[in-house]
């Protein structure tokens, strides 16, 4: 037991660090959920439900927008695709487990968790059994936690923060925060440079689909290269 609990407090810490961007992303939506109409009940049991902070934020934009149900579910559904790559990623890793550990790790499988845990599961696992999914389960329980937090912090108190401190820069240093941690291989790397390149491209592009595309690029080369890399193994 003793293990058990060193593992998971030891995910806990390591994905602490990264709360700080995490919060002021989270009061984002919570903020944006309620000014475009949405109940405060709806904004936090999606925030609970979906734990997709990313796409939370551009569905919100989308409402605001008057956006179809369509394009938004088609957003949602692609911005999301990236999960299939953590997923792939770390199967391996938890093959293993029985189904309902496999089923919690998967809805605790964010970026922020990914990022911190698939670290871990690429050092040793040292004697006795392999016990990091503990390690990845407190990485995943922090941030679902503060996200809720946060997602609460945003629809209580959104209306009194001072239009002048404009916390909207958390959501891009959350990412690139993320992305230092994920382009030390070769995939990582070809991956985020499309997906810069196509942002770019792409900006014009209405409903933010411009986003969307750039991730789908950005996936394919990452896949691309990582099965090339696997080929010449």
Known sequence: ?????????????????????????????GIGALAVGMPVWLAQLTSMLVFAGAAQLVIVQMLGAAAGALPMGLTAVLLNLRHMLYSASVAEHVRHLPRRWRVLLAYLLTDEAYAVAILRYARPVGPGPDLRHWYFLGCGL?????????????????????????????????????????????????????????????????YRLGLVLAIVLGLLAGAAVARRGEARR
């Open 142 to 206: 922090t941030l679902w936690g503060c996200w809720q937090l946060s997602t609460a912090l945003g629809i209580a108190f959104g209306a009194r923060i001072p239009p002048e401190w404009d916390i909207d820069f958390a959501v891009p240093l959350t990412f690139i925060a993320l992305l230092t941690l994920l382009v030390k291989e070769r995939a990582g790397q070809a991956a985020a440079l499309v997906a810069a390149l196509a942002v770019l491209a792409l900006a014009a592009l209405p």
């Open 1 to 29: 037991m003793g293990r058990r609990v060193d593992e998971f407090l030891a995910g806990c810490l390591d994905e602490a660090p990264l709360q700080l961007g995490v919060i002021p992303f989270g009061m984002l939506y």
